[in-house]
């Protein structure tokens, strides 16, 4: 069973920083992304960032690039998304799951949701102004 569990939330002040941990596991796919998403309520779910198993490499949707990072570490089955400069629109839900095998990428637009089969609970981010 593919399981994933997203932490790491947490309340912020604007400007400050949080790093998000994502641990999977459950599969054994060779081709996978791992990506992060958010949402806030009433809203649909936005493609923050994602990362190939194959080759590390690394997509972002244009709000995030230069604020956020996104890093894994496949044999420890984790990922990370560290989060720089948060701004209160940052403020939602986070998810991350598990695209297989990996969908292509529109650069600038994040990872689409839709790709994704394998969700995890999400964790809450919070940023004051």
């Known amino acids: 069973e593919v399981q994933l569990q997203a932490s790491g939330g947490g309340l912020v002040q604007a400007g400050g920083s949080l790093r998000l941990s994502c641990t999977y596991s459950?599969?054994?796919?060779?081709?996978?992304?791992i990506g992060w998403f958010r949402q806030l309520p009433g809203k649909e779910r936005e493609g923050v960032s994602c990362?190939?198993?194959?080759?590390?490499?690394?997509y972002y949707v244009d709000s995030v690039k230069g604020r956020f990072t996104i890093s894994s570490d496949n044999a420890k089955k984790v990922a990370y998304l560290q989060m720089n400069g948060l701004q209160p629109e940052d403020t939602a839900v986070y998810y991350c799951?598990?695209?297989?095998?990996?969908?292509?990428?529109?650069?600038?637009?994040?990872?689409?949701?839709?790709?994704?089969?394998?969700w995890g609970r999400g964790t809450q981010v919070t940023v004051s102004s």
């Open positions: 459950g599969f054994t796919f060779d081709d996978y992304a």
């Open positions: 990362i190939s198993s194959a080759d590390g490499s690394t």
């Open positions: 799951a598990v695209d297989t095998p990996m969908s292509p990428v529109v650069p600038g637009a994040g990872p689409d949701p839709y790709d994704y089969g394998y």
